[in-house]
Every structure is written in C-alpha cells, then in structure tokens.
C-alpha cells in the first residue's frame, strides 16, 4: 500500500475543516426543504457564499489540468476530498463536476476544448449527460435514439430519461446511436446546448433524497457537425471512462456517509440507557459498530487502490465496479444500522439519517445498478478462466 | 521586522486523550496530531503583521521528533517563509524549550516572538516567561490584541480581572490567548507553495543546549471518575446541603 503525501493529507484536513465550520450548519435548512417538500439543496445565496470560499481557498478544479488553472490533482488526492464532502448531507461538490470533465478532456477538439471544456473546467459552465432512455437504463447498449446526417448536420430524435443537472446545464451530452452497429458498436456522444431547437424539457421527476432528475426528448433537433464529440460510432469508450471515475467517487463517498452514519451511533449509543444500560454496552450495538468499522477499512483500501492504479494508468473498470457495489451497499447498512439505533429519532425527517438513507437508496441504482456491477464483475472472471 | 513562531505538535484537540496502562505518560501512537491551537493563532497573528507590512519575515520553528516537520509545513501553509526544526528524542521540558528558543533567537534576531500561552497536552504555560526571562526580553502573556507603533508594541492581556494593557519595547515576547484572532485555513496553492519552503534541520547539540530535563514524571494518572450526584427535594435542602456538607457557602 502507498502513504498518502503530506500535501493530499493536509489537503484533506482543509476540506473536513471547510465542511464541519461552513457547509454542517447548513444542514437544518437543507433538511427542512426536503422536509416541506423540495429539493435538498442550497438556496443560490448559500451557494454564493460557499463558492467564493472555495475559491478563496483554492478548492476549485482539483482535477482540472494546469493549462486550464487548474490544481491536476491525481485521483488518490481527491478520495479523502470526496470522503469529507460526503460527511454531511447537504449536497455541495466543489466544481466542475468530474466525470463529465474527464470525458470531455478525452474527446474534445481544439475548438470544442475552447468552447465547452475550458468555461466547464473553469466552473462558469455547467453540463449534464444524457444517456438513460425508458426501454435502456443499467443496459444503454440497448439505447435507440437516433442521430442522422443531414449535410453538415446531424438531427436527433429520440427519449432520454433520468438525466440529472438539466435546468442549469449549459450543454447536455446526448448518446445517440449513429452507425448500423448493434449494442455499443455505433453509439456516438453530441453536445446539445440548452435552448436548441427540438430538444425539450419533458418533465421534472422528484427522486429519493429530496433529489431531481428529468425526462427530455428530441424532435428533430438540428445541431451543426462540429458538436460530435470524439469519433463517430465510438463514444460508448469515453462514456465508460466517464462512469469509472464516477464510480470511484461514489466509493469514497460511501466512506464519508458511513463515517458519518457510525459517529452518530457511536455518541448515541454511549448516551442513551434503556433498560438500565447503555446502548454501547449491548452487543447487538457493538457488533454493529464492529462490522461498520471492518467494512469502512476495507472499502477505503479498495478505492485507494483503484484510485493508485487508476493515477498510474490502468483499466480499473472491474475495481471502479466492486468499489461502487461495495460501497454503496456498505452504507446502506450502517445507516440502515444507524437509524435503529436512534430508534424513533432515527426516523425523524429532522435527523440527517433518513436523507442519507434515501440517498444511498438512490446509489444503489444510478451509475449501474448493484446487480449488473456483481454480472459484470463475474463475467469478467468467468471470461479469464481457461 | 523578523517574527518567530515557536509550533508545538501535540494530541489533537479533537482526541481523546488516553494514559498508558503503565501510567509513563499518555498514549501517542497511532493518535491523530495537529499544531498546538494557541500556536496556530501566533502563527496567524505573526502573518496578519506580515500581510499589513508590519513584519517583513515568518519563521516557524518546532522540537523534537521528525514528525514535527508536518507541524512546521502546516505553519508554512498558513505563510510562514521558512522552518527550523531542532530535531530530538529527549522529552522537552518547558526550561530546555526556553534555552534551545534562546539560542535560535540570538542567531535570528527577530524582533518578536509569538508563542501560544501554553500548549494543550500539558498546559504548562511556561515557556513564554522563561524565554523572556532567559532572554532579558519584556513579556506581554495572554494577548488578545496587540499593535505595533515604531519600536514599540502594545498588548491587551486578558488576566483575571478584566483587561490590562501593557507597553513593551521590541525585541518582546507574545503569548497568545484565545481571542487574539480566528485562525485561517491553509488554501490549497499555499499548502502546494509550502513543499518548496526551506525547513533547516538541527540538533539541540548544534545550538550548545543540552535539553535534559530537570523535572521526573512520576506518575500520570486518570482524574477521578465523577461520582453520582444527588436529587434535592427543595431549595432550603439545596442550601442546607451547600452549607453542611459541601461546605461551599
């Protein structure tokens, strides 16, 4: 195992001070507007505020290359980052969002690089990426919206379902199936910018977690040639490169929310007396306490090592797999674990708890849903074995 | 105007602290360490002079194992310009603290010295006062404000009765208390500038000191579990029982 640099260590400590002093006591109100009804999420002026602390303090493209001004941190720097962040439960990431930049680093031309990587990098435009439709969601190999060729355009018709950020995105990455090519062979990535004509706004669908996701659809929506992005017929690679570094990321912030989830327990558990003893002095607490412990430990050294291999240049799509499934199903049960222990409080919408319950409910689906990661995973192995 | 900056690594506040089942001292491996807080406010104080052109160097010195360095690099992310580490396995007693501070200062020459009025492990308070006395050096302990004026600076001391304001004449002595001010984060350019700021690295026996300590520790032990209190039944009970057997009022 490697030792983490001093400098990515002491970055860590940043971001737990940055998120326990400026972003925790947000959480009422975040909880209050799930609460009511709306959507988890920072009001625009508390956004404002926490924005201009991160630039203050340099939390601002941590992954973004130096050419664009930003920090190029390798991927273990941002684990422990990703860890802090997902301590608490109100949702704040500190821009841009990774996954779609790493997939627009890989396939940008020049000019696209000027256009949309370089504001995206630098945080003044945000994206969203399309690629879930109502008959293909955990199997978008079986995506049928189309792209055509008209001259030096391309027009998409087609459903795209489930795709989140899409009010404030700038651009949404479209997967549209272009070639003959059946499965993944043919499926081509576009840039859509918002407001084209023909690509709509379908509907807003309320998710789990107080979260947002939205349906759209493209009628005969007409984009110029120069918003392919990367090779036609081959963007199904770079939208997996995409989902890899996703996955890690929701590996390590399956650390924090347990971590989170096991401090809870651990100060309820050494106050609360029923029965005349503590809840701490029952086995059935300690154990879980125990396996919480046990399994933070090893989903740490699974996404420190995915992290390592993938800094170092490796495919790591089967350890971005484990990781993602590991994690998410890790934090499922010591929430699960955390709430009965709070017995009544821990169902109570004004605890952070239950939002993380919902949360994670939501984590065991989007970016592949568990039972297609442990298909994959095995697959694999099958496939190397003589 | 050169400031130097005295860090302490110690038990992080966020710990808590465990004795050793030996009762030799207090368990420290695999402990979480940080910057002793009181220091972190010198160092951020001897940096706010630096930012309003009061002080025109920052240097950050630490004792005893190698791991101080961290505590050092710390400092340096906050704006510190340079480090000394004086590195040693002897355990460091506040007066070998003081000499070692002595012998660094009269090599430096810095015209102030900032130090947290105490550390948070063993909470000595100390060091400061026997640095000025070592030194020659007028003391300002317990600060929550200072200003500088020419070749003078002046403290506000939070003593027992309120506030009392005293003038020294530099070079001096500072100790930090809580409200001197709030502590910035080190932003990340200035924790990544920081790798390249030079740590000098020297033994106790380079400064002629000999850090031996005058002081044995006997025996550390846990304070007294609290004991369960009692349920009056009325206030006339209460101030009977404060009187009678609490012997308080």
């Given amino acids: ?321 484990m990781v993602k499934l590991y994690g998410t199903e890790m934090a499922t049960e010591t929430i699960d674990h955390a709430m009965q222990t709070f017995g009544a409080m821990g169902v109570a919408k004004e605890l952070p708890l239950q939002l993380m319950a919902q949360k994670v409910r939501t984590m065991r689906v989007y970016e592949g849903p568990s039972e297609v990661h442990r298909m994959v995973i095995a697959r694999r192995l099958l496939q190397d074995r003589r | 105007m050169k400031i130097l900056v005295p860090v302490k690594r110690v038990v992080d506040y966020n710990v808590k602290v465990r004795v050793k089942a030996d009762g030799t001292g207090i368990e420290t491996a695999g402990v979480k360490m940080s910057m002793n807080p009181f220091d972190e406010i010198g160092v951020e104080e001897a940096v706010r002079l630096k930012e309003k052109g009061a002080a025109t160097e920052i240097v950050a010195v630490s004792m005893g194992v190698p791991q101080c360095a961290e505590t050092i690099r710390t400092a340096l992310a906050m704006g510190a310009d340079r480090g000394i580490l004086v590195e040693t396995d002897a355990e460091l007693q506040p007066l070998a603290v003081a000499k070692l501070l002595k012998a660094i200062a009269e090599k430096e020459q810095p015209k102030l010295i900032i130090l947290g009025k105490q550390a948070i492990d063993d909470d000595m308070n100390a060091t400061g006062q026997m640095l000025a006395a070592l030194l020659g050096w007028p003391q300002g302990t317990f600060a929550s404000k200072i200003t500088i004026e020419g070749d003078g600076i002046t403290v506000t001391r939070e003593v027992d009765g309120g506030l009392e304001t005293v003038a020294l004449t530099l070079p001096a002595i500072i100790t930090t208390d809580l409200r001197l001010n709030e502590p910035r984060y080190a932003s990340l350019p200035n924790i990544m500038k920081a790798r390249k700021k030079p740590i000098d690295n020297l033994k106790p026996a380079d400064l002629g000191v000999d850090p031996k300590p005058r002081l044995t520790t006997v025996k550390v032990a846990e304070p007294p579990k609290r004991k369960a209190g009692v349920k009056v039944g009325s206030v006339a009970e209460l101030v009977e029982k404060l009187k009678t057997e609490a012997k308080v009022i």
């Fill in chain 1, 1 to 321: 195992m490697f030792e983490l640099s001093e400098e990515h260590r002491m970055l860590q400590d940043l971001v737990a001070k940055f998120i326990d002093r400026d972003v925790m006591p947000l959480e009422k109100a975040v909880l209050a507007r799930e609460m009511s009804g709306q959507k988890s999420a920072l009001s625009a002026e508390e956004e404002e505020v926490l924005l201009g602390k991160c630039r203050e303090l340099g939390l601002w493209g941590l992954d973004v290359p130096e050419e664009f001004g930003g920090a190029n941190l390798p991927t273990v720097a941002l684990i422990g980052v990703y860890e802090e962040q997902a301590r608490t439960c109100v949702p704040f990431t500190f821009p841009p969002d990774s996954p779609n930049l790493h997939m627009l680093m890989a396939v940008c031309n020049p000019e696209q690089r000027k256009k949309y990587l370089e504001p995206y990098a630098r945080g003044e435009a945000q994206s969203a990426i399309a690629i879930s439709e109502p008959g293909a969601g955990g199997d978008p190999a079986g995506m049928i919206t189309r792209a055509v060729k008209n001259g030096d355009d391309w027009v998409i018709n087609g459903r795209k379902i489930w795709v989140s950020r899409v009010p404030q995105a700038d651009f949404v990455i479209v997967m549209a199936r272009t070639g003959e090519g059946k499965r993944h062979e043919g499926v081509t990535a576009f840039i859509v910018e918002r407001g084209t004509k023909g690509f709509n706004i379908e509907r807003e669908i309320p998710m789990l977690g107080g979260q947002r996701t939205y349906e759209l659809t493209f009628d005969d929506c007409r984009i110029p040639g120069s918003q392919l992005l990367g090779q036609e017929g081959r963007g199904f690679a770079p939208m997996q490169l995409r989902l890899t570094v996703r996955r890690l990321q929701i590996g390590a912030w399956c650390i924090g929310m347990t971590r989170r989830a096991l401090d809870m327990m651990i100060e309820h558990a050494k106050q609360r007396v029923t029965f005349g003893q503590r809840l701490a002095d029952r086995q059935a607490i300690q154990w879980w306490i125990a396996e919480a412990a046990m399994k933070i430990h090893a989903c740490r050294l699974m996404v420190y090592d995915a992290a390592a291999k993938s800094d170092a240049g490796k495919d790591v799509r089967t350890e971005a797999s």
